[in-house]
């Protein structure tokens, strides 16, 4: 099992960090801190390189955390956070399947994120060295925030887009 999680987050973990670096830095094929704020500002959040920062630097902080284990539901939590935002805002009104832009992936990493912030990072990772272990209510506790942070996110987008 402690194999299965070890793989899981590395994966899982080191692709959103990625994701993020689309974001921030253009690595991969992304567009980098210009392109993508630009597109958040086509989203309504203002200002667009400030929102657009905050999740880039989200994503590679949390994937980095989840791939290292390290702190245990903080990193699933919130990768949860960005996700509930992505489906709040972009994804919802196009259903559910990636084909169409639907929640299908934020979806699937939210789940995923969830997974492993309720079954811990195993016994490869940062947080076994450290002897640091996370009982099931702060796991529950931090994906509860990480939603709650999240439609807040879209929260504020809606009522940013409604000022424009």
Sequence with gaps: MDAGLLLARMVFGLLMAAHGTQKLFGWFGGYGLAGTAGFFEQLGFRPGRFFAATAAGTEIAAGLLVALGLL????????????????????????????????????????????????????????????????????????????????????????LRRGS
């Excluded at 489906?87 to 084909?99: D, E, K, N």
Aim: glycine residues 14%; charged residues 5%.
């Design 72 to 159: 245990g539901p903080l990193g699933p939590a919130l990768i949860v956070s960005v996700m509930v935002v992505a489906i709040a805002t972009v994804h919802w009104p196009h259903g559910l399947f990636a084909q169409n832009n639907g929640i299908e992936v934020p979806l699937l990493y939210s789940v995923a994120a969830a997974t492993l912030a309720l079954t811990g990072p195993g016994a490869y990772s940062v947080d076994a060295l450290l002897g640091l272990t996370w009982p099931a209510a702060v796991a529950w506790a931090a994906l509860a925030f990480g939603v709650l942070g999240g439609l807040g996110g879209a929260m504020l987008l809606e009522e």
